[in-house]
């Protein structure tokens, strides 16, 4: 039995150790293939969304992700642990850490219908870096020369990816880059609060946030739901139920992943994201980022990667699943 986090507590409804795939501890080699596996679902979750929101208004696929996550986790729940299993003793951050991550997911939703996703991707994945920053600012955590520097690298990549002549470089990229400002949020929020609760029960809670503040949203919309799903065809229904198959699956995988292998090792291999991000562009959509966007990208990753492992190397605690959790849904 592979222990994820810290020990059961009571108010974990008996799930706070949890098991992965009931394989001994230190598998680091599995936990590379299933942090890939996330890595892959995350990519194409984000390529999926950009094709369907070419026959379907985004505010409808981007709640039924939510509404999926909250409705699987929710049975599997309860049916694992029953009422106990829904225990949390931070009620208030449950719901503040799902709204940060549903304002990421809608950053993330609508961004990609505006610049190709390798682009969006990359630039996302200042993510670890901002955590430095929002680290040192909220936790008073000490900030070396070193992270500064990582800092600085990971913004001139972004620079050069969404350098002027690029074709990306307008208000778009206001989406990529306020999508890592919340997810970064989410990420020192979750670190300030992780230990107590059970993954798999503030994963639960993750869907039930967005999918309750998404619901009167969508009900407010002018949007007639009902007839345009009713007139959607097949496919696009299968892609919708896709979309949310890819968000709760990648991060069960990553879950799972973390009960593997240390942090440390399996962060690197996040930012395989982008290179599948770019595979899926060519493939669905025929774009290929250009040079200086595969160099911009390049730049963010190694700064990144470096700035993630720096980030739990330093961590006094032992990983928790989902306070190291650096992909977005």
Known sequence: MVAVGRPACGSCGGLGRVTALGLPPSRPLL????????????????????????????????????????????????????????????????????????????????????????????????????????????LHERVTPVRWALVAGGFAGALIVIRPG????????????????TYASF??????????????TTHSYTGL???????????????????IL????????????????????????????LGMAPTATLMPFVYLQIAVATGLGWLIFRQVPDFWAFVGMGVIAACGAAGAWLNMRGAAKPADPVAADTMAD
């Open 230 to 257: 009713q007139a959607a065809p097949g496919w696009q229904l299968g892609l919708m139920a896709l979309i949310g198959a890819l968000g709760t699956t990648g991060h069960l995988l990553l879950i799972l992943a």
């Open 31 to 138: 936990g590379v293939t299933l942090i890939a596996l996330a890595a892959s679902c995350f990519a194409s979750m984000d390529s999926t969304s950009r094709y369907l929101g070419g026959f379907m208004p985004v505010l409808i696929f981007f709640w039924a992700r939510y509404a999926f996550q909250a409705t699987v986790m929710g049975v599997w729940l309860a049916w694992r642990g029953g009422r106990r299993a829904f225990t949390t003793t931070h009620p208030r951050f449950q719901f503040v850490r799902g709204a940060l991550l549903a304002a990421t997911s809608a950053m993330s939703f609508y961004g990609v219908q505006h610049m190709p996703v390798p682009e969006f991707t990359a630039i996302n994945m200042l993510t670890p870096l901002l955590v430095i920053v929002l680290a040192g600012w909220w």
């Open 209 to 227: 946030a967005g999918t309750a503040l998404l619901t009167p949203v969508l009900l407010a919309s002018p949007l007639d739901v009902a007839g």
């Open 187 to 200: 990420q020192v929020l979750t670190r300030r609060l992780s230990g107590t609760e059970s993954p798999y």
């Open 166 to 181: 690029s074709g990306l470089f307008g208000w778009a990229v206001v989406f990529p880059l306020a999508g890592a400002f």
